[in-house]
C-alpha cells in the first residue's frame, strides 16, 4: 500500500495569519480519513490546499504522483483525479441533475452527448437519486442537492475525494441521508478526506483520525482514539461537542 | 415654404429620421456590446495589467460627455485628415460610449455570480473559459438583462447627440422641419412623442425582466 496523498511540514499563510504551522501527515489508498478539530484550527485549509484551491508557502505536497507545491503542476490533470464536495453543495442553478452532472465529462473528458445520461444515471443510482435526474436543484432538499453534489464529483471518476463539511448546512436528519451515501462509497474502497463534525461517522467509518488543533495536527489514529484522547485538548474538543 | 402647415410629408420625414434613430441605436447596440464583452473580460481578467487598461477607459468614457467623444471622433479626425461620414462618427463615438458603460455593468453582473461557482468548476477541471460560457455567463446573463435593456432605452435617447455633427436623425429631423415651418411645439413635441414610442415599450420590458428575475432570486437562494 502507498500513500496517494503525502503531506510533509506545509505551511500556509493568510497575509500575516499563520494557519498552517507545519502539517504532515499521509493518506493510504482506499484509506478514509477523518480531519476535525475547532473552526479556524486549519483543517479546511489542509484540505483545500491538497487540490490546490489554496497554495502553500513551504513544504511538499504530492497528490496522486502530482507534485502540488510544484510551480508547474497540471492543475487540470490534478483536479481530474481529485474530486471535492463542499458545505454549500455548489450546483449549478440553472442545470438540471443531468446537466450538473455531465457538464465537466463532456467537456473535459470528451464523453459524447449520447453516453452523457447514462453517465449521469450511473452516478445517480450510487447516491440513490436516479428518479431526480431531470429536476433542478432548487427543487431539491438540501441533503438530495449534497448527494447530486456527490454524485457530480463521482462521474469525474476521481481517485481520492475530498469532504469538507459537507453535512454542517443540514438538519440531522438529512445529514443522515448524506453520512450514509458517504459511509458506501467508503466502503467501496474509495479514497477520502472527510473533513467534519459529525464524531459519530468519524468513528464508526474512518480508519484514521486526525485532529488539527491551531494550524497543527494536535494528535492521530484509529476511530476509537476518540473514546480514549491522549491530549487534553481534544479530551477538551470533544466533551465541549457532545 | 416659411410659416406654411405641418403636413403629412413632414410626418413621413420625422419617421425617415425615426429610422435612422433606430439604426443609430442598433449599431450602437451591436457594435457597443461587442467590445462591451470585451471590456468586461478585460475587467475580470487574472492579469492585473488588462484589469488596470480597461479600468482606465472606462473611467475615462465615463466621466467624459459624450457630446464631447462625438466632437473628438468626428472634428478631431477630422484634422489628422480622417474624414469620417456622420453615421459612421456617430456609430464609432456611441459604440466607445456603449463598451465602457455595458462592460461596466456586465462585469457586475459576472462579480455577481457567488465564487464558490468559479471553484466549483475548478474542482470540476473545468478551463476559466468553459467555466465562464457554461457556468457563470448564462447566471450573469439572467442579472444582466433588466439593465441592459434599461441602457439601451438610454443609448437611444443619446443618440440625438448625433443631430450636432449633421446626422439627419430623429431630433436633427425635427430641427430641420421646424426651421422651415417654426411651430416647435408641434414639431418637437411630435419628435418627443416617437421617441416616446421607442422607449417606452423597451422600458416596460426591462421592468417586466426584473419582476421575472425577482422571482427567480427567491428559489435561487
Known sequence: ?242 | MMGGAFTFNHFVYLLQGMMWTVVLSALAFVLGGVAGFGVMLMRTARTRLLRQISFVFVQLVQGTPLLILLFVVYFGLGVVGIELPPLLAAGVSLMVYSSAFLGEIWRGCVESVPRTQWEASECLALTRWQTLVDVILPQAARIATPPTVGFLVQVMKSTSLASVVGFVELTRAAQVVNNSLFTPFLVFGIAGVLYFALCYPLSRWSRSLERKLNVGRRQAA
Not at chain 1, 106 to 119: I, Q
Not at chain 1, 206 to 226: C, S, Y
Request: aromatic share 4%.
Open chain 1, 1 to 242: 500500500m502507498s500513500a496517494v496523498v503525502k503531506l510533509h511540514d506545509i505551511h500556509k499563510s493568510f497575509g500575516s495569519v499563520e494557519v498552517l504551522k507545519g502539517v504532515s501527515f499521509e493518506i493510504e489508498k482506499g484509506e478514509v480519513v477523518a480531519i476535525i478539530g475547532r473552526s479556524g484550527s486549519g483543517k479546511s485549509t489542509a484540505l483545500r490546499c491538497i487540490n490546490r484551491l489554496e497554495t502553500i508557502q513551504s513544504g511538499t505536497l504530492e497528490v496522486c504522483g502530482h507534485r502540488v507545491d510544484d510551480q508547474s503542476l497540471d492543475l487540470r490533470a490534478l483536479r481530474q483525479d481529485v474530486g471535492m464536495v463542499f458545505q454549500s453543495y455548489n450546483l449549478f442553478p440553472h442545470l438540471t441533475v443531468e446537466q450538473n452532472i455531465t457538464l465537466a465529462p463532456r467537456r473535459v473528458k470528451g464523453v459524447p452527448n449520447r453516453e452523457a445520461r447514462a453517465l449521469a444515471l450511473e452516478s445517480l443510482q450510487r447516491v440513490g437519486l436516479a428518479e431526480k435526474i431531470d429536476a433542478y436543484p432548487e427543487q431539491l432538499s438540501g441533503g438530495q442537492q449534497q448527494r447530486v453534489a456527490i454524485a457530480r464529483s463521482l462521474a469525474m471518476q476521481p481517485k481520492v475525494m475530498l469532504f469538507d463539511e459537507v453535512t454542517s448546512a443540514l438538519d440531522p436528519q438529512l445529514t443522515g441521508e448524506v453520512l450514509r451515501v458517504m459511509e458506501t462509497l467508503a466502503r467501496g474502497g474509495m479514497t477520502m478526506a472527510v473533513v467534519t463534525h459529525e464524531m459519530a461517522f468519524a468513528r464508526r467509518v474512518a480508519n484514521r483520525v486526525i485532529f488539527m488543533h491551531q494550524g497543527k495536527v494536535w494528535e492521530t489514529g484509529p476511530g476509537d482514539m476518540l473514546a480514549d484522547p491522549k491530549t487534553a485538548e481534544l479530551r477538551d474538543f470533544i466533551s465541549n461537542g457532545l
